[in-house]
């Protein structure tokens, strides 16, 4: 379990060491609202909503903090902790 200001960091610390098809799963702490982020090749990234907004999207690695800051904001507006898992 990791703060929800420790979100974004931690992502794209941990997305580094990543090979292509591994990914991460943030989830709140009671898990049911959250979203996974798989590596699909060098540069995109696979991005599953899920809770308040259901959706599949693709974006580049560059993109990445800009859509985790909206995520966070959108799936956790209430919690302190959450739950980062690798896939």
């Known amino acids: ?35 996974s982020l798989r590596l699909l090749a060098d540069e ?6 899920f809770g308040f907004v259901e959706q599949v999207r693709t974006v580049e690695l560059a993109r990445l903090a ?9 799936e956790f507006p209430r919690s302190n902790k959450v739950w980062l898992q690798r896939l």
């Open 1 to 35: 379990m990791i703060g929800v200001n420790q979100v974004i960091s931690s992502v794209r610390q941990r997305f580094k060491g990543l090979a292509v098809g591994e990914g991460l799963v943030v989830k709140t702490y009671k898990r049911d609202r959250g979203f």
């Open 44 to 49: 995109m990234v696979e991005i599953k909503e």
């Open 66 to 74: 800009k859509e985790l800051k909206v995520m966070v904001k959108r």
